[in-house]
Nanobody, 114 residues
Framework: VQLQACGGGLVQTGGSLRLSCVAS????????MGWYRQAPGNQRELAAG???????RYADSVKGRFTISRDNGKNTVWLQMNNLKPEDTAVYYC?????????WGQGTLVTVSS
């Protein structure tokens, strides 16, 4: 499985961005997909994840502002980020996982200016 992510950029506080990630290869074996993020000097943390069945989970810091969605037929996951804050600035990494494996996409930088 390979992941191709896009959608990062520079936005002002309060703005919105939408990240997308498309899986190719043996995408039918994917269960969970989602996004981790890593800010400078910080550890990578889960931002949002979604199962094949649609169950979602979010970091407390993004609840109510971020929405993750997925189209299994298109092997695509999106992260709609609203009301962005400077503390959301990070490199966002798409991930996908199945039974005993996971893969990462290239990071996409999200910068929120104050």
């Amino acid at each position: 499985v390979q992941l191709q992510a896009c959608g990062g950029g520079l936005v002002q506080t309060g703005g919105s961005l939408r990240l997308s990630c498309v899986a190719s290869g043996s995408a039918g074996s994917i269960n969970g997909m989602g996004w981790y993020r890593q800010a400078p000097g910080n550890q990578r943390e889960l931002a949002a994840g979604i199962s094949r069945g649609g169950s979602t989970r979010y970091a407390d810091s993004v609840k109510g502002r971020f929405t993750i969605s997925r189209d299994n037929g298109k092997n695509t996951v999106w992260l709609q980020m609203n009301n962005l804050k400077p503390e959301d600035t990070a490199v966002y990494y798409c991930y996908a996982g199945g039974e005993g494996w996971n893969v990462w996409g290239q990071g996409t930088l999200v910068t929120v200016s104050s």
